[in-house]
């Protein structure tokens, strides 16, 4: 195939993202440098880093930060090891396989806030939940799972809701394993692990990667579970990087301060990135 | 810069096509509260009679819903004929010429609306918004373990008492606890009735400059006192807890005694949800040091959006959802204990009302007693009980909200978590203008 | 214990496990759907309620308040427009970049995916105002639009995940006899890489399917979606859990018979132990 073909075939969706990054990146940049609160539409005018200034002084914004950051790398870590193992385990043929097939990527078609509403109160509410019920008839003290592991809570909703991701795309990937590689591996007499860490594991790379790029770019934003269960709290214990931007554009309206905080999180973002890139990218073009 | 902005935006695009909304239909943005939805399914009736009207609504929950219509309106969106609004955005909106003044109709009897509602809805004289149901908050309780216990409730009890009457009724063992409180943050969840709280503990929330006064020895007392109750005499994992968590807890008879909206009321003495239906009583608010703002005053109200294409029609809807022949046609359709209430006087004046409704007498006695104008025992700058009627807070209110959180779950002092408040109540304000 | 049995052993297990993990994964589905049968009395008792008498009462409201088909007609439109749309564009650029990588593929892949950085509260305003100016509010064309562009970065790298894996000795014997680009793709990459394509527009949709930030922000009556019809249930001042059961239930039962037909098709194709 020609150079200018691949170019051809490629142009369409690097134009268009490149609009759709430069459109709405650009007016949030001005946005972040001028005085824009929805609710006083008379005070403008430009005040250089001032939005910039407000968001990075708030006292939550550091612990803000680094639960973003628990939370990205926990849920990641739990969704891939889980992913990848259950794949693993439903990956050859058996009786129903069909139905557990659904039945594990279902958590996945629930819409967050409902997901939300299902685990905070009828799973984990202390007094009326499926746990404490379970939690009593085991003679126990029920936990107060909202109250006293907040951000833990909302890792458990998050892997639950994106566990099924990982293994949409991982049992997908596995079917294209070598059948015979591992045939001959298994009469070499290579055990199960062996085979696991010396054959499956190294074609897996590439989704495992495709996997940890697309969820973190998803949990760096996550808001709805937070936002129904307990509002950020207690303090700021499940505040991220979104919700506070939430409270700046939805609550103070205040544009300017928010459009500062998305600058923020981009560059949150991009940070998290390059390292996950040095981490797994290499095994993207490979 | 405006100019700027716009032309921006135009260049940006290089289109621009006003939305033009359909002659005769009218588009409503209201909240997913039950007295709303039977406005919704009662709206044939509007338009068999007025032919040519044709109403659509967007039925939201209500933190969707705010978030949905402040945009439009400051966007100039235009994509709502009349907006569902509280009574906490109408004098704010009002003041900024973004909503129509209304003027009605003597039959409607603008007067009938009780005083404390149209005051809280209005800027300089005029009325923003039609009130549809009003609330305010008072205590519910449970008669037969307060019985049991050998104690009564007066009519205007004190924290004191409330927090012996908790104790008595307290029975862990059996899970049942004395009283049950909000603990989820948010302007509108725990801190709604913590402003209460602190109000009749002395407390307010800004100064005369505008300062705020989280850090006053009022908020202190009042925040301790909320902390040691719930902590002693409270159901676990009380910071999740807000309206529907607490209703769910004491229907299946898990609490004594709940201060919260006074359409609960409702909820709770219904058998078809509620356990103890025929257990629960009602009381005002509790009071530390002062009566004034000891129990909040909201109302669910409809507005129209300033420079709306069919103010007409829309302003005939409003007459007719919140009118008293509204009232009666609920009335006849579900009967008096289905009313919307909170708004008219003659609706409690109506005996076959008083006598569906057994909160009736409790419910009037709170709203009648709440002044949004006056609502601490100093004098503030602000107006509203429960909140302070400024564009700012909202910010505040949940962060301070998230502060009281973590002083209810331990995690911090009383002290640390009023001092925090106070730091992030203080930018907010330094951000919007007050003071340098 | 022979080497036989031992082996059956082992599957048997894993058998039961792979049953086991897939009950607890699916069992607050199951929770949800039950409760979408109860009252709302019976949604709260302490303990739970297992067993019970099941009532249509919470189906019949939703019936009676909404109009469940439009929303559902909607979220169908739109999801599966915006996937479409995103599959058109991603197909042929994916194929390009997987059969003919550069130094610079990866970091193409990288920079789209950043475009997907900026949270949506935070870029509200400036899609609002373009959204506005336009004349597109409350249409299912802009959510269609939105819908593509966001998908289209993850689209384009889960393609190029799948293509990657298919062997290029084949395209290459394809390329001797001559076969045209359009062909290849046709003929060759998209019959192979079926299964790949399936589960990426399966994601897609669902991704779609449940974007709850622009399907209301941008819409009134007209284009709501099933995110919407699920909000106008979302806590009220009262009581909702089995009524928003029962509407998430709803909302969600599409999409679950769906990903039930798609599953056959999710891990065809990618079978290329034959070929190589």
Redesign the interface.
């Known amino acids: 195939?020609n150079?200018t073909?691949?170019?051809l075939?490629?142009a369409?969706?690097?134009i268009?993202?490149l609009l759709?990054?430069i459109?709405?990146?650009s007016?949030?940049l001005?946005?972040s440098t001028?005085r824009?609160?929805?609710?006083?539409?008379e005070?403008?005018?430009?005040i250089g880093l001032e939005n910039y200034r407000?968001f990075w002084?708030?006292?939550?914004f550091f612990p803000a930060l680094m639960n973003t950051l628990v939370l990205v790398g926990s849920v990641l870590i739990i969704t891939v090891v889980l992913g990848l193992a259950?794949s693993v385990?439903?990956d050859?043929p058996?009786?129903?396989?069909?139905?557990?097939?659904?039945?594990?990527?279902?958590?996945?078609?629930?819409?967050?806030?409902?997901?939300a509403?299902?685990?905070?109160?009828?799973?984990m509410?202390?007094?009326?939940?499926?746990f404490a019920?379970m939690w009593?008839?085991m003679g126990w003290q029920?936990i107060?799972?909202?109250?006293?592991m907040p951000l833990f809570s909302i890792i458990l909703m998050v892997s639950?809701q994106w566990?099924?991701?990982a293994i949409?795309?991982f049992?997908?990937?596995l079917?294209?394993q070598?059948?015979?590689q591992k045939e001959a591996a298994t009469l070499d007499g290579a055990g199960f692990w062996s085979q696991f860490y010396n054959l499956t594991l190294p074609h897996m790379a590439?989704?495992i990667s495709?996997v940890i790029?697309?969820q973190m770019?998803f949990h760096?934003?996550i808001?709805?579970e937070i936002?129904?269960?307990?509002?950020?709290?207690?303090?700021?214990?499940s505040?991220n990087?979104?919700y506070l931007?939430?409270?700046?554009?939805?609550?103070?309206?205040?544009?300017g301060?928010?459009?500062a905080?998305?600058v923020f999180?981009?560059i949150l973002?991009?940070i998290v990135?390059i390292f996950l890139?040095r981490a797994v990218?290499?095994t993207?073009?490979v | 810069m405006k100019t700027l902005k716009k032309t921006a935006l135009g260049i940006a695009l290089g289109l621009s096509t006003a939305l033009v909304a359909n002659a005769g239909e009218l588009t409503i943005a209201t909240v997913n509260n039950g007295h709303m939805i039977e406005m919704q399914k009662l709206t044939p009736e509007f338009e068999k009679a007025n032919p040519g009207i044709t109403v659509k609504w967007v039925t939201l929950d209500e933190g969707t819903l705010r978030s949905r219509v402040t945009t439009d309106i400051t966007t100039k969106g235009g994509q709502f004929d009349i907006m569902t609004i509280g009574m906490y955005e109408a004098p704010i909106w009002g003041s900024r010429g973004w909503l129509e003044s209304l003027a009605f109709s003597d039959a409607y009897d603008v007067d009938d609306i009780l005083p404390a509602m149209r005051g809280g809805l209005s800027h300089d004289g005029n009325l923003y918004a039609a009130p549809f149901y009003g609330e305010s908050s008072m205590i519910m309780y449970r008669k037969d373990l307060l019985d049991a216990a050998g104690m009564t409730m007066p009519d205007n009890p004190t924290w004191g008492h409330v927090q012996d009457a908790a104790a008595a009724m307290t029975d862990k063992d059996n899970g049942v606890y004395g009283i049950c409180l909000r603990g989820k943050p948010g302007w509108g969840d725990n801190m709604a009735f913590l402003s209460t709280m602190a109000n009749s503990f002395g407390a307010k929330w800004f100064n005369d400059d505008w300062t705020p006064d989280l850090d006053s020895p009022a908020w202190n007392h009042a925040v301790n006192f909320y902390v040691d109750l719930l902590n002693n005499y409270g159901p676990p994992g009380s910071s999740g807890n807000s309206f529907n968590e607490i209703l769910a807890l004491i229907n299946e008879g898990k609490c004594g005694m709940w201060i919260d909206a006074t359409i609960a009321a409702s909820f709770v003495s219904d058998p078809a949800q509620s356990k103890v239906a025929d257990d629960i009583a009602f009381a005002q608010s509790p009071v530390a040091v002062t009566n004034r703002g000891a129990n909040w005053l909201w109302a669910w109200s409809l507005a129209i959006p300033a420079g709306t294409k069919q103010k007409d029609d829309a302003v005939k809807f409003l007459e007719w959802a919140t009118s008293k022949d509204y009232i009666e046609l609920v009335a006849a359709t579900n009967g008096w204990g289905s009313v919307p209430t909170g708004t008219r006087a003659s609706t409690y004046a109506n005996a076959n009302f008083t006598a569906a409704a057994k909160f009736a007498d409790a419910e009037l006695k709170a709203i009648m007693s709440a002044n949004p104008a006056n609502s601490t025992q100093d004098e503030t700058p602000y107006v509203g009980v429960q909140f302070a009627a400024i564009p700012e807070f909202q910010a505040i209110g949940t962060a301070v909200g998230q502060q009281m959180t973590a002083a209810l779950a331990g995690d911090i002092s009383v002290e640390e978590a009023l001092a925090n408040a106070q730091t992030a109540a203080d930018r907010e304000m330094k951000k919007g203008g007050y003071y340098k | 214990m022979t080497d036989k049995q031992r082996e059956n052993l082992k599957n048997r297990i894993a058998v039961v496990a792979a049953w086991g993990v897939a009950l607890i994964f699916f069992f607050p589905i199951f929770w949800m759907v039950l409760t979408s049968f109860k009252t709302e009395g019976q949604a709260i008792a302490v303990p739970p309620l297992l067993v019970f008498e099941p009532t249509l009462e919470n189906y019949i409201e939703i019936q009676e308040r909404t109009n469940y088909v439009k929303f559902a007609w909607n979220s169908v439109i739109t999801s599966f427009g915006g996937t479409a749309v995103a599959l058109l564009i991603a197909i042929p650029s994916a194929y390009a970049m997987a059969f003919n990588p550069t130094h610079r593929t990866k970091d193409i892949l990288m920079w789209m995916l950043s475009t997907k950085m900026l949270p949506a509260v935070g870029v509200l305003m400036p899609i609002y105002f373009l959204a506005q100016k336009a004349g597109l509010f409350d249409t299912k064309l802009v959510l269609v639009i939105i819908y593509a562009m966001v998908n289209l970065p993850i689209v384009m790298l889960i393609l190029f995940n799948y293509f990657r894996e298919i062997p290029k000795e084949i395209l290459e014997a394809s390329r001797m006899d001559g076969t045209s680009t359009y062909n290849e793709i046709r003929q060759i990459v998209m019959p192979l890489a079926w299964g790949g394509i399936a589960s990426t527009a399966l994601l897609s949709i669902i991704l779609c399917w449940n974007e709850a930030f622009w399907s209301i922000v941008l819409t009134t009556t007209e284009a709501s979606t099933l995110t919407a019809f699920v909000a106008s249930f979302q806590a009220p001042e009262g009581l909702f859990w089995a009524k928003v059961s029962a509407v998430s239930t709803l909302a969600c039962a599409p999409i679950v018979i769906f990903g039930w037909l798609a599953q056959k098709q999710l891990v065809q194709g990618l079978t290329f132990g034959a070929v190589k």
């Open positions: 195939m150079r073909l691949v170019r075939l490629q369409p969706s690097i268009l993202l759709w990054m459109v709405p990146l007016m949030t001005y946005f001028i824009y609160n929805l609710l006083y539409p005070r403008e005018g430009f407000f002084t708030d006292a939550a259950i385990l439903i050859r058996f009786r129903g396989r069909g139905i557990v097939r659904v039945m594990l990527i279902s958590p996945f078609f629930i819409m967050p806030t409902v997901s509403l299902v685990w905070k109160n009828m799973m509410d202390p007094t009326t939940g499926l019920a009593n008839a029920p107060e799972w909202l109250q006293d639950w566990t099924p991701f949409l795309i049992m997908t990937s079917q294209s070598d059948q015979e590439r989704p495709i790029l697309i770019i760096l934003s808001f709805a936002f129904v269960t307990t509002s950020g709290g207690p303090g700021v214990q505040t990087l979104t931007i939430y409270i700046q554009s939805q609550q103070a309206f205040d544009v301060v928010a459009s905080g998305g999180a981009i973002a991009n990135a890139i990218g290499k993207l073009t």
